[in-house]
């Protein structure tokens, strides 16, 4: 009987769906065990067996909790909203719905191919009408939210009208706009209804704003800071400009502070928490008010240094700021405007990047320095963001690098403010420095005094306060796409108001084109039927629209982290029609126990999933306010890229060994006309694509000889593997054991499929071990002391691999424990059952291919785990040197217990010490109990 690898995993992948075998319970007497990997995207390119990494580690973690008895929840589905497909829709006219669909059967084929333990029956996809209709769910109650400092938690908004109705503004204490009015209790109820919509849209936790955006017009859409790659589109390279523009946000920055304590609580990779923390930045220091001579107008500024405000000698201001138009003089109007146009073309984290550039533009106007009265210049500058703190710095040059660079460069003042410090890149630096301002309440005070000094003088002057500021800024929450979200949002006198949870979901209409309108609007635009009829409930032709009972739905979709940013919840009553989730499914799994993912999504999805778990248990819907207690961020698989050579100026390539001879150029090739030995099929690749039709090689001992490169797999470099392709030839099980086993989870390792073969080998010694020529040959014979040795130090080092998420080094147990067992010649069942359930979670078909064949009628995947038993391990014997006048002679295996009288009894009685001494006494006998015997004489 052979081992095949292809009907055995076929068998068993059928048998796990039929049976539901991963299927998990909401009620059960086990203990709970979550784990999920983080939500994929079905692209149209497929898996390749990089993606795969993260899920076999999961995995294995999710069967291992099995074994010990757990009622393990190892769900997946995908995160199907998104800009590729609607791009592809853009390009061939197919609607998005078929290519996700497409896409979702291909991920699905080879995702059951490498035989995962999934719960396939709670599968959700974001794209799915059933789902987002409870994201648009999500989406009201952050609208019928504020956020309550005096709590330090969201509430229903019908507890802040309820204080406005009885003290108006006076008990408020609330995250809210800066500019938001102050009113008394009878104002607030002679407000009309739009006015108390207006004020109300100025406290909810989603509002409408005027913000700044990174516009992409050839995309038509708004685009977050992670989809802009050096000042272009992720997707696609096209340019990208900042706008403003009227779009929902979320205020996130109410949670800044608890989402900063939180990462305390939670077991997640310090890196990733350390992303996080920058990201939201937090900082303690003063806002400032400096008065705009010959304006009425004021410019705020937040500063970490207050202390050291004598040192401000001008101002500099974002280029977006709204004073600029308003203070910018005639004179300088046209480099002010040119300047801006140029900025417009930069995001947001190129300006940030660039610390080499100076660039700005004097306003000609002048701020009042307010402890000094003098006049100092505005500029602006594209170092400074409107989107951080106020938009505005005051520029201190002789403590800040940028503001020391800007004022070298345009020839500005530099006051020193620092007493006996050379103006210095080291000043700078150095936060403890004596100041010497001209004053007398900061005259000579270190640091820390000074800030509380200054900060003090400012409160009792009127023009400042102390503040703790953060980095992090309110989420966009609008895109101008047709491929995501519908807002349940209809406009009523140019107010917001949200659909009842009764009515929804707000499908996507059908609509011919998926670009925006030929007047700028989103794609919704297109729409014929997409107003709210009131009466009815339901969505009607924008021709009904009458503004009395049918009106204009929102045209933006909600952005890609929507549904990502609470889909676990959903996993846990994926089926439930009327909760996203329930109380009782809610308190049963609680949060995940274990995530895996990639790094790159610490300040995206990770963030803003934070963000609505800590707003959904504010307000009594999740028992938890962090959604996952242990997180991983497994590494990378690389590829290992082919490069020819093309000499310059031609189409004759050379040899790798040849190249230094050469001026060339370097291509890269596909992968799968390399062979193992790195030669080219240089016929293969003239058929490959055009450019290499006609060809000329120029070969060293008659090969082509490519180069290698060790880079990120991509289809970009033409470096893909294909997991089905791998699956085919050597199995799943051998796929996922080599990718465990070509390092540490959490590192970026290469890819090289000639090394998958040897793995294979080891499956096949597996088999021999258990099944024979004539069938199974497995007996009941009782197990040696070796046997159980081998057993139960490989039971101690797999639990504590697993454990320890470890994985590599499981996989060099198992080939030892095989090589042992077969040297032993072992046949016993005490050995080999428990040894198929440790290598289960790794190779999981093969495992119950054997299980099954060893007599069990039911799957191993539920099989208790081997519990490990240390006696086993203990020695109670010791191999000794037997040594003739320090000479070794032969070995002898006596008990490690036997007193030093009854070792040289033993040894002495021995036929070959009789030999040695051919009737000779020896002079002594020199005994150290469990080292060495050494017979003098």
């Keep these: ?461 009127g023009f400042g306060y102390g503040k703790i500021n953060y980095r992090l800024r309110d989420a966009v929450f609008s895109r101008q796409r047709y491929w995501g979200e519908p807002f349940p949002v209809y406009y009523k006198e140019g107010m917001p108001q949200m659909i009842a949870a009764e009515h929804l979901p707000i499908v996507l209409p059908e609509v011919e084109k998926y670009l925006p309108t030929e007047d700028g609007k989103p794609p919704l635009g297109n729409a014929d039927v997409w107003a709210w009829d009131t009466t009815a409930n339901k969505v009607v032709a924008n021709a009904l629209v009458d503004n009395e009972t049918v009106f204009p739905l929102e045209l933006n979709t909600m952005p890609g982290w929507a549904g990502s940013s609470w889909y676990f919840n959903r996993y846990m009553d994926a089926t439930n029609d009327g909760e996203f989730v329930s109380k009782e499914a809610a308190d049963y799994w609680r949060e995940v126990d274990l995530y895996i993912g990639g790094s790159e999504h610490a300040t995206g999805h990770l963030l803003y999933a934070r963000f609505w778990q800590k707003f959904l248990f504010d307000r009594g819907f999740l028992p938890v306010d962090e959604f996952a207690k242990k997180l991983i961020n497994q590494g990378m698989i690389l590829g290992t890229s082919a490069i020819v050579y093309r000499v310059s100026g031609s189409n004759t390539y050379v040899s790798a060994g040849l190249k230094d001879q050469y001026e060339t150029e370097e291509l890269r090739v596909d992968v799968k006309l390399i062979n193992a030995s790195d030669e080219l099929d240089t016929e293969a690749l003239k058929q490959w694509q055009p450019q290499f039709a006609d060809a000329e090689f120029v070969l060293e001992d008659g090969k082509y000889l490519v180069g290698r490169e060790v880079e990120k797999m991509s289809k970009r470099w033409y470096n893909v593997v294909n997991p089905d392709d791998i699956c085919a030839e050597y199995g799943a099980d051998s796929l996922r054991l080599f990718e465990m086993f070509l390092g540490p989870l959490e590192q970026f390792k290469p890819w090289k499929t000639s090394g998958i073969s040897g793995v294979y080998s080891f499956l096949k010694k597996l088999w021999k071990l258990y099944i024979g020529e004539d069938g199974v040959k497995v007996t009941e014979a009782a197990a040696t002391k070796d046997n159980l040795k081998t057993l139960h130090k490989t039971i101690k080092k797999v639990q504590e691999d697993i454990e320890n998420f470890s994985f590599n080094t499981s996989v060099s147990t198992f080939m030892i424990a095989v090589n042992e067992l077969t040297a032993q010649a072992c046949t016993s069942r005490e050995v080999l059952e428990p040894l198929l359930v440790l290598i289960s979670p790794y190779a999981p078909h093969i495992a119950e291919e054997l299980w099954s064949q060893l007599g069990h009628d039911a799957s191993i995947a539920t099989e208790a785990f081997p519990v490990f038993d240390g006696k086993h391990l203990v020695e109670s014997e010791k191999e000794y040197p037997i040594s003739f006048n320090g000479k070794m002679r032969f070995k002898l295996n006596l008990p490690l217990d036997m007193s030093k009288e009854d070792i040289e009894k033993t040894v002495m009685a021995h036929e070959k010490t009789q030999q040695q001494l051919q009737g000779r006494t020896p002079k002594k006998v020199i005994i150290v109990p469990g080292k060495i015997i050494n017979i003098v004489g």
Excluded at 22 to 37: C, E, G, H, I, R
Excluded at 120 to 145: A, C, D, G, H, M
Aim: proline share 4%; charged share 25%.
């Design 1 to 461: 009987m052979q081992y095949n690898h292809q009907e055995i995993e076929k068998k068993w992948q059928e048998y796990w769906a039929s049976n539901q075998t991963f299927k998990a319970s909401n009620q059960s007497d086990k203990p709970k065990y979550y784990v999920l990997d983080m939500f994929p995207y079905p692209s149209g390119a497929g898996l390749h067996v990089g993606h795969p990494l993260g899920y076999i580690a999961s995995d294995i973690y999710a069967r291992y909790k099995r074994h010990q008895g757990f009622n393990v929840l190892h769900p997946q589905g995908y995160d199907s909203f998104g800009l590729p497909a609607e791009q592809y829709a853009i390009q061939t006219g197919q609607h998005p719905a078929i290519t996700t669909e497409t896409n979702i059967a291909t991920y699905r084929s080879q995702l059951d191919k490498i035989g995962f333990s999934f719960d396939w029956s709670r599968e959700v996809r974001t794209s799915n009408p059933s789902y987002y209709k409870w994201t648009q769910w999500i989406f009201t109650q952050l609208f019928n939210s504020w956020y309550n400092k005096a709590t330090d938690k969201a509430e229903a908004i019908d507890t802040l009208i309820a204080l406005f109705e009885t003290s108006g503004t006076t008990e408020v204490n609330a995250v809210c706009d800066e500019d938001t009015p102050l009113f008394t209790a009878e104002e607030w109820k002679q407000f009309d209804a739009a006015k108390q919509s207006e004020i109300l849209l100025q406290y909810r936790l989603t509002f409408l704003s005027d913000t700044e955006v990174n516009w992409c017009p050839e995309l038509g859409t708004v685009l977050a800071n992670d989809e802009i790659v050096n000042g272009v589109s992720e997707r696609g390279g096209h340019p990208v400009v900042r706008k403003k523009m009227t779009q929902w946000s979320m205020r996130i920055t109410a949670y800044a502070q608890r989402l900063l304590d939180g990462l305390a609580t939670i077991d997640w990779p310090q890196p990733l928490k350390d992303s996080q923390t920058n990201w939201i930045g937090r900082s303690q220091g003063a806002m400032v008010s400096f008065k705009v001579a010959d304006h009425d107008a004021n410019i705020d500024v937040f500063t970490t240094r207050p202390d050291t405000i004598y040192g401000v000698s001008f101002m500099t201001l974002a280029p977006e700021h709204e004073l600029v138009a308003k203070i910018t003089t005639e004179e300088q109007k046209e480099a002010v405007e040119a300047y801006i146009e140029a900025t417009a073309k930069r995001s947001e984290r190129d300006r940030l990047a660039d610390v080499k550039t100076i660039s700005g533009v004097f306003t000609g106007g002048y701020a009042i320095h307010p402890f000094t009265g003098e006049k100092i210049q505005i500029w602006i500058g594209d170092y400074v963001l409107a989107s951080y703190g106020t938009g505005a710095v005051m520029a201190v040059p002789c403590g800040d690098q940028r503001d020391y660079d800007f004022a070298k460069h345009f020839g500005l003042e530099i006051p020193n403010i620092f007493e006996g410090v050379d103006i210095s890149e080291e000043a700078f630096a150095d936060k403890e420095k004596t100041v010497i301002a001209n004053s007398d309440f900061l005259n000579g005070l270190p640091y820390k005094k000074a800030m509380k000094t200054v900060i003090y003088e400012m409160e009792q002057r």
